[in-house]
């Protein structure tokens, strides 16, 4: 399976942005997809999930309200939109997928348990 993600950018802080993965090579359902960032200095941060199955969604606390995860079936993409961007929301975002025995697997908010990953794109929010 292949992740490309895209979208990233320079904006101001109160700006939106959305971020878009391309998940390839894959034919079950039985997955999840992720949004992680990483600020510089900084390790990896959960960001948002997504149960491809069925769309079941979580977040972390941080972007809960702002951040809203969501799967396009027809074109095999999950897209990340950010409202309200901090400054503090500057960072490295990947998208990362995991791939479960069951469609209805819990989603997590582990970092570890994503095994692939797609190369990253930047978000740059300015004060």
């Known amino acids: 399976v292949q992740l490309q993600a895209s979208g990233g950018g320079l904006v101001q802080a109160g700006d939106s942005l959305r971020l878009s993965c391309a998940v390839s090579?894959?034919?079950?359902?039985?997955?999840?997809v992720a949004w992680i960032r990483q600020a510089p200095g900084k390790e990896r941060e959960f960001v948002a999930s997504?149960?491809?199955?069925?769309?079941?969604?979580n977040y972390a606390d941080s972007v809960k309200g702002r951040f809203t995860i969501s799967r396009d079936n027809a074109n095999n993409t999950v897209l990340l939109e950010m409202n309200s961007l901090k400054p503090e929301d500057t960072a490295l975002y990947y998208c990362a997928a995991r791939f479960t025995s069951s469609f209805r697997l819990t989603l997590t908010k582990e970092v570890n348990v994503y095994r692939s990953w797609g190369q990253g794109t930047q978000v740059t929010v300015s004060s």
């Open positions: 090579g894959r034919t079950s359902s039985k997955y999840h």
């Open positions: 997504i149960r491809w199955f069925d769309g079941n969604a």
